[in-house]
């Protein structure tokens, strides 16, 4: 039984340990290939080590002996040093494999925080019903989308109020349709992504955001007319790119939507003016473009003076011409369009009121306790999903559009409409 338990920590350790790997070598800015190829590695040890083991056992004759590794005559046996080393190695992923347990299930670090999501109102869309073509493309997608549970294909419409510590009585109420990683790679047809811009324009929001990995095939630049050409905003829609638009002539990807109607703000920062009061929307695409926006830590707080009447459409101009604004000393919002989360920490240097990131899919595979398996992040699992708070700044992490791999298991596409509130604390 003791045997047992120890086997079975040790296994959670081996894969918490080559995933947790795999999870940061995806946050580094490297040339695609070797990246695949330092995956390829992780993949290699996270299979390879227990055949290994089992061989070594298998040659030795002998059980694994989780406490006692000093064996007597046998240190010259090449096959009795690599099972003892192999030991080791089990040993020491039941320690990490039980921490990582009891850290998963009693983390300090959990996302919606209470006092900063206020409220949460969930719809689940199948959307192949919904569609009069079928949504998967080729046999692989088609069998993975049979598979038992795959939820790549149900959109979970979540209306959040986030409260935001410093936000003005004028921004109370300002809607945001929050959307990501839309993987446009061919494997899901046009029609979902069509079908995601009806059910946006169906919440009225006053912004729409897109945080990146938009096109990853070139064939699919002809779908962006008919889906986030569609969308409409009240007061713009905004947008920066991610790691899979590298995968394609990024600057033709910004081209395509800036002539459809949406603002390109990856590297830079611009005022918008709402309802009188201005909002500061800034993009973040680091480590993939860079520079990130010119964002001062002790940049005095500025307003630009209202040229239109509520409820007409934001204007626009570039945050290093705001000088001729008129400053107040609260000055304005600030949201950030991030592709990752791991951009928080230079957003709560920056005085960002908001950030909101994509980049993690949620972990696209949730399990139940544990949560997330697999997170492109420095931070492993930590920011996956959600909404966080440190300081005075808000971070909120959406689970994405699609993906380039079209399975979900307990964690289903997203589509976020924030409703910012005020704290009262």
Not at 92 to 111: D, N, P, S, T, V
Not at 169 to 191: C, F, N, P, Q, Y
Request: glycine residues 10%; aromatic residues 8%.
């Amino acid at each position: 039984m003791i045997l047992s338990c120890i086997l079975s920590l040790a296994c959670f350790g081996h894969g918490f340990f080559w995933v947790g790997w795999v999870n940061r070598i995806h946050t580094w800015a490297g040339p695609r290939w070797i990246i695949d190829f330092i995956t390829l590695l992780c993949v290699m040890g996270f299979v390879g080590i227990p055949l290994l083991l089992a061989y070594s056992w298998f040659l030795s004759g002998l059980a694994y002996q989780p406490i006692n590794l000093t064996v007597s005559g046998i240190a010259s046996s090449s096959s009795w040093q690599l099972s003892i080393w192999l030991s080791i190695y089990l040993n020491l992923c039941a320690l990490g494999g039980g921490g990582m347990i009891l850290w998963r299930m009693f983390g300090l670090h959990q996302a919606d925080q209470p006092n900063t999501l206020r409220d949460l109102d969930k719809k689940m869309l199948n959307l192949a019903t919904r569609s009069s073509r079928p949504l998967p493309v080729g046999l692989t997608t088609q069998w993975m989308c049979m598979v038992p549970m795959n939820q790549v294909l149900n959109l979970s419409i979540e209306k959040k109020r986030i409260a935001i510590p410093q936000l003005s009585k004028d921004h109370e109420g300002l809607t945001i349709a929050h959307i990501s990683d839309l993987h446009m790679t061919g494997r899901i047809d046009r029609d979902y992504f069509r079908l995601v811009a009806e059910e946006v324009n169906a919440l009225k929001p006053d912004i729409i955001v897109l945080t990146g990995d938009i096109i990853e095939n070139e064939a699919c630049w002809s779908w962006l007319a008919d889906s986030l050409g569609r969308m409409q905003a009240r007061f713009g829609k905004y947008f920066i790119l991610g790691n899979h638009d590298l995968f394609v002539d990024s600057m033709q990807t910004r081209g395509k939507l800036t002539e459809l109607g949406w603002v390109d703000i990856g590297s830079r920062s611009q005022l918008v003016v709402l309802h009188g009061t201005p909002v500061l929307m800034a993009g973040n695409e680091l480590p993939w473009f860079s520079p990130a926006a010119e964002l001062s830590i002790d940049e005095p707080a500025g307003s630009a003076e209202s040229e239109k009447a509520n409820g007409t459409p934001g204007q626009l101009q570039d945050a290093d011409q705001s000088e001729d604004a008129n400053l107040s000393e609260r000055g304005p919002l600030r949201i950030l369009l991030a592709h990752s989360p791991d951009q928080f920490p230079w957003s709560c240097k920056r005085n960002i009121d908001l950030i909101l990131a994509g980049h993690t899919h949620g972990g696209q595979i949730c399990l139940p306790l544990l949560g997330p398996v697999a997170c492109p992040s420095i931070y492993g699992t930590r920011y996956a999903q959600g909404v966080f708070k440190q300081g005075n700044t808000v971070m909120h992490v959406t689970r994405g559009i699609s993906g380039e791999t079209p399975f979900r298991w307990n964690c289903p596409p997203e589509l976020a409409l924030l409703e910012l509130v005020r704290n009262p604390g």
